[in-house]
């Protein structure tokens, strides 16, 4: 599992743990002080990839590398 924890302009990300036999999944916990809520949940939200996007673009999604490697280490593919 990744770790990406940022506050006060401060970065880390790394390993967290690791999935044994759970199924991976995303989770993302943001905090903070200020208004914005909902316009950050309707950021979020149009990231996701629709029904529509998954079935154009099939396998375009899958890649061999992303940019975070010599942080993350390489993409494992099943």
């Known amino acids: 599992m990744c770790a990406w924890d940022g506050a006060g302009g401060q970065?880390?990300?790394?390993t967290w743990s690791h999935w044994d036999h759970a199924d991976p999944m995303s989770r993302i916990v943001v905090t903070g002080t200020g208004p914005g809520r909902e316009?950050?949940?309707?950021?979020?939200?149009?990231?996701?990839?629709?029904?529509?996007?998954?079935?154009?673009?099939?396998?375009?999604?899958?890649?061999?590398?992303?940019g975070l490697e010599p942080w993350l280490g390489d993409i494992a593919h099943p």
């Open 39 to 66: 316009d950050l949940i309707r950021a979020f939200d149009q990231c996701l990839v629709t029904d529509v996007e998954a079935v154009s673009y099939g396998l375009a999604w899958d890649t061999v590398e992303d």
């Open 11 to 14: 970065l880390s990300i790394g």
